[in-house]
């Protein structure tokens, strides 16, 4: 089976420290990442990302003193205030939920590689028509009106702002959010397409999410662009 690669992942680095991080590296190489492990030294140069297990934030200190400012990911398991809390309070940049495989995982990779530049300095809001999505606080506001998501949902969000102005296959959209799970209902992301829709354009708010015949769904603000 194949994997989307994404400009970001192409060769980025990410350190896997702990035993649910190291797990991923077959997905991470599949998806376009090279896998590093602690101490490797057929590879010394600067990661990209540090990923860490669930339980190993006594780690962040010591990789924080020897790489930088770079992304450090933490594991949780539950996405809930105390997983939350527990992780900011360690000094991790941001939080990875093992609950729900390497999807969330790549969809928060892919953001930290695209929007940290040299500087390292804050994520800058992603942005399409009056759509704003804030990767620092996971906040999503159409207009004025903030648009509450679920994770599922903000994760499909992300994947198509990713690919803005372009059709992405229900494949892909498997594969990303739902780790291409086979055993998943046979109509979920038309499921999940509907609840996105729902939520965007509960004000009363043109469409922007649209359906290309034959290709998939597309986030655009210009839909008579599309195929």
């Known amino acids: ?27 991470l190489e599949a998806s376009g990442y090279r896998p590093l492990l602690p101490g490797d030294p057929s590879d010394p140069e600067h990661p990209a990302v540090v990923l860490l297990s669930p ?15 770079l992304p450090i ?48 300095g804050p994520m800058p809001l992603l942005q399409l028509a009056d759509l704003r999505v804030n990767p620092e606080t996971r906040q999503v506001v159409r207009g004025k009106r903030p648009v509450p998501l ?14 803005r102005d372009q059709p992405v296959s229900r494949e ?19 499921v999940y397409v509907r609840y996105l829709r729902q939520k965007l354009e509960a004000g009363g708010e043109r469409r922007l999410i649209h359906t290309v015949r034959g290709c998939g769904y597309c986030l655009s603000d210009r839909p008579r662009s599309l195929p």
């Open 1 to 27: 089976m194949s994997f989307a690669v994404s400009a970001e992942a192409q060769g980025a680095r990410v350190l896997l420290v702990g035993p649910e991080a190291q797990a991923l590296a077959t997905r």
């Open 55 to 69: 339980g190993w934030e006594a780690e962040i200190p010591s990789h924080r003193h020897r790489w930088g400012a």
């Open 73 to 120: 990911l933490l594991g949780i398991h539950d996405d809930d205030v105390a997983g939350r809390s527990r992780c900011l309070a360690s000094g991790a940049d941001d939080f990875w939920l093992t609950s729900l495989g390497p999807s969330d995982l790549l969809t928060r990779l892919r953001l930290h590689l695209r929007s940290r530049g040299p500087s390292q």
């Open 150 to 163: 679920t994770t599922r949902e903000y994760q499909l969000l992300l994947l198509l702002l990713d690919h």
């Open 172 to 190: 892909t959209i498997l594969g990303e959010i739902w780790d291409d799970q086979r055993t998943a209902a046979s109509n979920v992301i038309e």
